[in-house]
């Protein structure tokens, strides 16, 4: 169990607790000895660490990646706070509750599930219902859909954040679809639903966020397709028409080719579900910005993906 976080860390506390290993590397001191540059994280946020003593020997106990219990001294050095570390050993897998260390969705899974599989209760088209059935029915896909986030960096970046981001990109579309003449709603509910399920694959989350082999080198859009085909190849005579179209909203939900998007939307629904996904990943990405900029200006940081500062309001 862990006793402190990392949000809770002051200057001169003894801080002898648990933290998952980020990042680690070895240095060289201005001395000539050689020691540790560790990040280390919990749910709660990251924080530098340094073992400056014994650091070779301490270096074959664990990896990136692992828990491990530290003996440290809260220190500041260049304005934060920093992990002055004179000991530590690898924590046992089995003994470990990531829950502590990784961060997760602040909303409840099981009802946002429930909640998105209302939506695939409303499809009438039978093909389309029938696919959506044939993922979410599937307890590895239904599982790992619940758990993973729907990126490394820039938004729903946490545990469930895929299934937070995907539930309200659905919600989305439900609306916009209201308002526009001539568009086919159940492909639209579809395209949205299943517009990421490749970062199941793309991304692993079973101790650090990070990409897959799969993920480097494939990406989630192929992955979605080579999993969208699988599926469709077990339902009977599954419409040509429809499965081109299909296929079209995720290839292309991305928007420009610059982002990784292998085509442009050129339909209706494609353009509609780019516009909503990249709306609602970039409002996760601006409010979690805000949120952790904790300091008393009207002003968060300069963001350097979005190239700009986002103003807080009074």
Not at 11 to 29: H, P, Q, R
Request: aromatic fraction near 8%; glycine fraction near 6%.
């Amino acid at each position: 169990m862990k006793n402190i976080y990392m949000k809770d860390i002051d200057v001169g506390d003894k801080v002898n607790d648990t933290f998952l290993v980020v990042e680690k590397n070895m240095a060289i001191s201005q001395k000539g000895s050689p020691y540790l540059n560790l990040s280390l994280r919990d749910k709660t946020g990251e924080i530098e660490g340094r073992i400056w003593d014994n650091a070779v020997a301490l270096n074959k106990l664990f990896g990136r990646g692992d828990v491990v219990d530290v003996k440290s001294r809260a220190v500041s050095y260049r304005n934060s706070i920093q992990l002055s570390i004179s000991d530590l050993k690898k924590v046992d897998s089995d003994e470990v509750d990531l829950s502590n260390f990784l961060p997760a969705s602040e909303l409840d899974v099981d009802r946002m599930f429930e909640d998105l599989m209302e939506f695939v209760e409303k499809v009438d088209t039978p093909s389309l219902k029938e696919l959506l059935y044939a993922f979410f029915k599937d307890e590895d896909i239904a599982d790992r859909f619940k758990k993973a986030p729907a990126a490394k960096g820039l938004h729903h970046c946490y545990i469930s954040g895929l299934l937070e981001h995907t539930l309200s990109v659905t919600r989305l579309i439900d609306k916009v679809a209201d308002h526009y003449e001539g568009v086919n709603r159940d492909l639209l509910i579809a395209g949205g639903i299943l517009h990421d399920i490749g970062k199941i694959r793309e991304l692993s989350f079973d101790s650090l966020i990070d990409y897959t082999d799969d993920g480097r080198l494939i990406g989630h859009i192929v992955i979605g397709i080579e999993m969208l085909d699988t599926k469709m190849a077990n339902i009977e005579d599954f419409p040509e028409q429809l499965a081109m179209e299909l296929k079209h909203t995720m290839l292309s939900h991305h928007g420009i080719l610059e982002y990784g998007s292998p085509k442009r939307p050129k339909t209706l629904e494609a353009l509609i579900i780019h516009y909503m996904d990249d709306l609602d990943a970039k409002m996760n990405a601006f409010q979690k910005f805000i949120e952790n900029s904790d300091d008393d200006s009207d002003w968060t940081p300069f963001h350097r993906l979005f190239e700009r500062f986002i103003y807080k309001g009074k």
